[in-house]
């Protein structure tokens, strides 16, 4: 069975920084791109940073481009999002996803992450 | 960037009902295009990708069409399980953008 366990997730001040961790059980995780998509209160969906599955290739929504760093490791079957400079607007659930051709196929159960002073 | 629509942004439905849901792309993504279900308090669920391929154990109730710009979600026979907020998302190129997402509830 297919597991994405989300944690790290905390109430950080503005400016402050957290480290996201996303543990994969079931499959092999060096084979798929894994994502990172949040959402805001009350707000939709957004998939804010990807890697494939060696690494090599990484992207990050203009929002979070040069604040936010992802990575994984593949011996440990872990997903990374390395979240600095944070901002009252990156408060949301962030969920830790595969990617399945053109869609994500699992998604994990969410983790908080609460920016405020 | 390519910039998801969907309408309505809620709408109520009795069960047995058919219900249609509509995503506009702002331009042509081919039939690179997902549905998602999220229930309260839960991760999204896949339904359907490339437009109108059913994910396995989805119920055959959801059907997805559409190519280029314009793509539904039809929920025919609707159940009280169905209550949700459903997304679209463009799978083209990243950034993979969302649709704002249409809640459905039951009359």
């Known amino acids: 069975e297919v597991q994405l366990v989300e944690s790290g997730g905390d109430l950080v001040q503005p400016g402050g920084s957290l480290r996201l961790s996303c543990e994969a059980s079931?499959?092999?995780?060096?084979?798929?791109?894994m994502h990172w998509v949040r959402q805001a209160p009350g707000k939709r969906l957004e998939s804010v940073s990807s890697t494939s599955g060696d690494g090599t290739y990484t992207f990050y929504v203009n929002s979070v481009k040069g604040r936010f760093t992802i990575s994984r490791d593949n011996s440990k079957a872990t997903l990374y999002l390395q979240m600095g400079s944070l901002r009252v607007d990156d408060t949301g659930v962030y969920y830790c996803?595969?990617?399945?051709?053109?869609?994500?196929?699992?998604w994990g159960q969410g983790t908080l992450v609460t920016v405020s002073s | 960037d390519i910039q998801m629509t969907q309408s309505p942004s809620s709408l109520s439905a009795s069960v047995g009902d058919t219900v249609t849901i509509t995503c506009r792309a702002s331009?042509?993504?081919?039939?690179?295009l997902a549905w998602y279900q999220q229930k309260p308090g839960k991760a999204p669920k896949l339904l359907i990708y490339?437009?109108?391929t059913l994910q396995s154990g989805v119920p055959s109730r959801f059907s997805g069409s559409g190519s280029g710009t314009d793509f539904t979600l039809t929920i025919s026979s609707l159940q009280p399980e169905d209550v949700a907020t459903y997304y679209c998302q463009k799978f083209d190129n990243a950034p993979y953008a969302f649709g704002q997402g249409t809640k459905l509830e039951i009359k």
């Open positions: 996803v595969r990617r399945f051709g053109s869609a994500y196929d699992y």
């Open positions: 490339t437009a109108s």
């Open positions: 079931g499959f092999n995780f060096h084979n798929y791109a």
């Open positions: 331009q042509g993504i081919n039939n690179y």
